[in-house]
């Protein structure tokens, strides 16, 4: 009977997985020295990569110069991604919507850990991701990575927390690192997220001038150079209520870069470009003039700004409000969106703060209905006041589609004396939260016809639900073991230890689930069947063979949930007898 990991996956080891099967005369073995004790050898596998320079021998570039993009802690960056946590996904039923039902998910943590820990959940299942990352212009704060290198490198290197606990810093531009850092933050997240999306599958990332040429160099990379789709201009000037102050210029636009996983399997573009019905707003327009004229603008000051808006041939100067380019500017290396931003969090919340930079959900709704349909897969983790989860139900409401969403926020303490802490949220979490709540409300009654999903799951990252024995266990003989407390953490329920599981087999936490009773025992049974899990202590065997004769495709129990080896093995006979398909596996 196998035991369960308890841990994220090992992303170098799946990548050495992928080596083998290509080139399986380049797998060598290594000591692991962190298994390895004095008196027992344990061996990982390796790659000979000598011996794969020599197989792709007409790919290799030979000598020290090579073309290519770098900085300091980028290798660290890709260790980071590919390394293991000790972490889960607590459920919180009570702060969610519609708990029992719903397929969205709203998760509480740093996102770098959310994306290993969600690895083998959503691998290949995610068909559109938008974020909108810290813009790093020397006063956003950033996430504090342990992406430690040599003191000969940098000898300021930052920890994994500040000296407060916090998991973000204010990357200022007098820090030496200050694009190393923001890089090597991007990398890995992005690295892990590539993993995520469908062979046909979208990225786009909202990024302003700081960062936006190395953010370009790293996609190519990690996204290939081939799956870069376009440049799209977001205005973000005063028609949207927002702008900031560059160097010498006002700054009215940011950028929006759009990759695909896949370029071949990608077929929207060329729908909305040839979709004759689509076309660029002109100065006539009944809905700009309107907007126009409920800004309280004059006549004279109206007429000035619609010659703007249609001037010149720059893309920028084409404004599109409700779809994309049309063929006429397919020549263009960039699609132009004036998006106005609707209404404003602040009036949603009913919160008298000025939440600057959140996104128009307008903008996110054309995205979406580019790019997917049906009930797709909708994820931004840097989620920030749930924006994109907004769109995702506006669009839902209008076209009728069941998408889903899985939204990713660090809980950043909301400023101390603000309207918002005044008005009782902690944290930009519980904006996020609160804003999704009160817009499903309010498009479940203005859509009543529709079979809409406007609930979410919450989660939160948390430390292992095992406690340090059951990783050592064999540091210990059995005498000391039965002193020890329970490899399971007292504060942990059976919910905790279910969706633990389900992350570590590769199953979304998004299916429905039920528990009962048997013989005195709790048994729980996910998605009909496709996990039955009972963590009960002294399982008879006839609730064994009740669970085995409903043929689960896979079972867990905790390990002290049997007497001693004989019954573990009277387990397997019993389920080698009445489910030999079964996979089943203990805690």
């Given at each position: 009977?196998?035991?369960?990991r ?6 170098t ?13 380049c797998?060598?073995?290594t000591?692991?020295e962190e298994?390895?004790t004095?008196?027992k050898k ?12 020599q197989m792709?021998?007409?790919d290799v570039?030979?000598?020290d110069?090579?073309y ?12 980071e ?5 000790r972490k889960t996904?607590?459920?919180?039923p009570?702060e969610?919507?519609n708990?029992d039902s719903t397929e969205?998910l709203?998760i509480e943590g740093d996102?770098?850990?959310v994306?290993?820990l969600i690895?083998e959940?959503y691998m290949?299942k ?11 212009t020397?006063?956003d ?8 290198v040599?003191?000969?490198e940098?000898?300021?290197?930052i920890?994994?927390v500040?000296?407060?606990?916090n ?5 200022t531009?007098?820090n030496?690192?200050f694009h190393?850092d923001w890089?090597?933050m991007?990398y890995?997240?992005l690295?892990?997220a590539r ?11 909202s990024i302003?001038?700081n ?7 790293i996609?190519d990379e990690?996204?290939g150079a081939?799956n870069f789709q376009?440049e799209?201009v977001?205005?973000?000037?005063w028609?949207s209520?927002?702008?900031t102050?560059a160097?010498?210029?006002i ?5 929006i870069?759009?990759y695909?996983k896949?370029s071949?399997k990608i077929?929207f ?5 040839e979709?004759?019905?689509f076309k660029p707003l ?8 309107a907007?126009?004229?409920?800004l309280g603008?004059?006549?004279e000051?109206q007429?000035?700004l619609l010659e703007f ?5 720059r ?7 409700d ?5 006429e500017y397919?020549?263009?290396?960039s ?8 209404e404003?969090?602040?009036k ?5 703060q ?7 959900v307008?903008?996110?709704?054309r995205?979406?209905e580019?790019?997917?349909?049906e009930d797709d897969i909708?994820m931004?983790?840097?989620s920030?006041t749930g924006?994109?989860a907004h769109a995702?139900m ?5 076209d009728g589609c069941?998408?889903k969403?899985?939204m990713v ?5 909301c400023e101390?004396g603000?309207?918002?802490k005044?008005?009782g949220?902690?944290n930009i979490c519980?904006?996020g939260?609160e804003?999704i709540?009160?817009?499903?409300q ?6 009543p016809?529709f079979d809409l999903d ?5 989660f939160k ?7 340090d024995?059951y ?7 059995q005498?000391?073991?039965s002193m020890l407390e329970?490899?399971?953490k007292s504060d942990r329920?059976d919910?905790d ?9 590769g199953?979304?936490l ?5 528990s009962?009773?048997?013989e005195?025992?709790?048994v729980?049974?996910?998605?009909d069947?496709?996990?039955i899990?009972c963590f009960?202590e ?12 409903r043929q689960?495709?896979?079972a867990?129990?905790?390990d002290?949930s049997?007497?001693?080896s004989?019954?573990?093995i009277n ?17």
């Open positions: 009977m196998d035991k369960m308890m841990e994220s996956v090992d992303m080891e799946k990548n050495i997985d992928r080596i083998a099967a290509l080139f399986p005369n797998i060598t073995e000591v692991d298994r390895s004095p008196d344990v061996y990982k596998k390796a790659v000979n990569f000598e011996l794969l320079r792709l021998s007409g570039l030979e000598g110069e090579a290519e993009f770098t900085w300091v802690g980028k290798k660290a960056a890709i260790v991604a590919n390394k293991p946590i996904l607590r459920p919180c009570e969610s919507v708990w969205n709203y996102n770098l850990e994306l290993k690895q959940s290949g995610v068909k559109l991701i938008f974020i909108d990352p810290p813009y790093n020397g006063s704060f950033i996430y504090a990575d342990d992406f430690a040599g003191s000969a940098y000898s300021d290197e920890g994994e500040d000296a407060d606990g998991r973000l810093f204010k990357n531009d007098s030496g690192r190393s890089c090597s991007m890995s997240r690295m892990l993993n995520l999306l469908t062979d046909d599958g979208s990225i786009f990332i302003d001038f960062e936006v040429e190395n953010l370009k160099k996609m990690v996204f081939e376009r799209i977001w205005r973000i000037g028609l209520g927002y702008k102050m160097p010498n210029f700054r009215n636009h940011d950028t870069l759009f695909s896949n071949s077929e573009i060329k729908k909305y470009i979709n004759k019905d002109l100065k006539k327009d009944a809905k700009v003039t907007k126009l004229k409920s603008l004059s006549d000051q007429k000035e808006i249609n001037h010149g041939n893309p920028e100067r084409y404004p599109i409000e779809t994309w380019n049309s063929n397919d020549d263009l290396n699609i132009a969106i004036v998006s106005f931003s609707g404003k969090i602040s949603i919340l009913d919160v008298d000025d939440f600057k930079g959140q996104k128009s307008k903008m996110l709704m995205i979406i580019a790019t997917t349909k909708v931004d983790f840097f920030g924006s994109t995702v506006q669009m839902n409401a209008e069941h998408r969403y899985i926020q660090l809980p950043e303490p101390d603000g309207a918002a005044e008005a949220y902690e519980e904006i939260k804003r709540r009160r817009i499903g309010r498009i479940n009654e203005s859509a016809l406007t609930g979410f799951r919450v990252v948390a430390e292992s639900n095992m406690n024995v990783y050592s266990a064999g540091e210990y003989n005498g000391m073991l329970s490899n399971v329920s919910l230890l279910l969706f633990g599981c389900l992350l570590e087999w199953l979304p998004s299916m429905p689930y039920t009962e009773q048997i005195g025992c709790t729980h049974t996910y998605n069947g496709d996990l899990a009960d002294n399982i008879p065997d006839s609730v064994i063979k009740t669970i085995a004769k689960p495709l896979r867990v129990f905790r002290s049997f007497d001693g004989p019954a573990k387990v397997g006979e019993i389920f080698k007898m009445l489910a030999p398909d079964t996979r089943i596996k203990v805690i």
